[in-house]
């Protein structure tokens, strides 16, 4: 191999090298472009996410499992529209994200004065999604959701 073999040899190896890294840049380039545009989303959004989270947990005051009142017809049918009000009407639906969207609306859905679901299953899908929505806001973290706080068990 000759001298122009060789300085060949390293031009293309030089020039893939560098197309590489180019790509590479363009694509992390990219992507944290768009990260920062989605933290900007995330900072001009929390104020109204967290007023949108403070009204749903006040609407879920109620449904605690330490609140021994039994829930009658009436107070199903008005919290199921107060929840639906805040959802839709309200507009605070899109400030959920996936996970809690699908269990605000499965706990809502319990509600539905037509179904006679068990009381105790009302509440613990409410206080899921109220986990969910600390999660969310970052009161707490994944492994700390896994925790079930105020439940003590007689034996």
């Given amino acids: 191999m000759d001298f122009s073999d060789t300085l060949t040899i390293t031009i293309i ?9 180019a790509w590479l ?6 992507r944290l472009e768009k990260y920062k545009k989605d933290q900007e989303f995330r900072l001009k959004t929390a104020a109204s996410r967290l007023n949108a989270y403070l009204k749903l947990w006040a609407l879920t ?4 499992l330490s609140d021994s009142e039994v829930l009658t017809y009436e ?23 996936l996970e809690t969207a699908d269990l605000f609306l499965k706990a809502k859905e319990k509600l539905n004065p037509k179904l006679e ?5 009302i509440s613990d899908s409410f206080s899921a999604l109220r ?5 969310d806001i ?5 492994k700390q959701a ?3 706080i105020g439940i003590e068990t007689v034996s």
């Fill in 117 to 121: 679901i068990n009381q105790k299953i």
């Fill in 61 to 64: 005051e109620s449904l605690s």
């Fill in 75 to 97: 107070d199903k049918e008005r919290l199921y529209s107060q929840l639906r009000s805040w959802y839709y009407e309200d507009g605070n639906g899109v400030f959920l994200p």
């Fill in 146 to 148: 896994t925790k079930k």
């Fill in 25 to 30: 840049a363009f694509f992390y380039g990219t």
């Fill in 13 to 21: 190896d030089k020039l893939i090298i560098g197309v590489f890294l």
């Fill in 138 to 142: 970052g009161t707490y973290d994944i």
């Fill in 131 to 135: 986990t969910q929505l600390k999660v």
